[in-house]
């Protein structure tokens, strides 16, 4: 069974341009996460979605952070423009309902 | 074996020894605790799990011991491995079923 996908795996942009990362969970996960994962620490959660709809988004920078799950599968994360300190781990989680969460391999991204 | 203080950000230990790895939760309420192990350039990857209704679980060389009355958490690997190398991180759930991870550990296995 494939595991959760994630793409791209690396990305490099100046700051002030945008960027987006697509997530495809496993499949029939109802559940999926956006975290990011600054380096040495543990990874914080950005954004949460059963199905289609965003459960909780309390963590999401909402003036340049957007995401979408539209059909309730796979989903982007969006940064514009990006800064400097966005410089990260963006990982994708997912789960069946609240059991165990499984995750992407990440995008690692370079803010220059 | 060898273990860590509270909280250390690396430890490293020989082939073949016990490792504990530790970790203080902050949330009296959280009544699900999880251990992850990340290796580089993977997500994390579950180890194992703990209810708050038990004070201890064993695994596969692994074994997770709770301590609510300190709020501590601790993660034991029997005859470390050289693929036990990696972060590892516990990680709460608290009542707005919301992950929260800490800062993680490095473990270094010496041949």
């Known amino acids: 069974e494939a595991g959760v996908v994630q793409s791209p795996r690396y990305k490099i942009i100046e700051k002030k341009q945008p960027v987006a990362f697509w997530c495809n969970p496993i499949?029939?996960?109802?559940?999926l996460y956006w975290y990011l994962q600054n380096l040495g620490q543990g990874p914080e959660l950005l954004i949460r979605y059963e199905n289609e709809e965003a459960v909780d988004d309390s963590q999401l920078p909402k003036d340049r952070f957007s995401a979408e799950r539209l059909k309730g599968v796979d989903s982007t994360l969006k940064i514009q423009p990006a800064e400097l300190g966005d410089s990260a781990v963006y990982l994708c989680a997912s789960s069946l309902s609240h059991n165990e969460q499984f995750f992407g391999p990440g995008t690692r991204l370079t803010v220059l | 074996g060898e273990s860590v203080g509270l909280h250390l950000p690396t430890l490293s230990v020989q082939e073949g020894d016990n490792s504990i790895i530790n970790c203080a939760y902050s949330n009296s309420a959280s009544d699900y605790f999880i251990w992850y192990k990340q290796e580089s350039g993977k997500g994390p990857q579950f180890i194992i799990d703990?209810?708050?209704?038990?004070d201890k679980r064993q695994g596969q060389r692994v074994t997770v011991l709770l301590n609510k009355t300190v709020k501590h958490l601790s993660l034991q690997i029997a005859a470390t491995q050289p693929g036990d190398s990696a972060v590892y991180f516990c990680a709460e759930m608290t009542g707005a079923q919301k992950l929260v991870f800490g800062q993680g550990t490095r473990l270094t296995i010496n041949p």
């Open positions: 499949s029939g996960h109802n559940t």
């Open positions: 703990i209810r708050s209704n038990m």
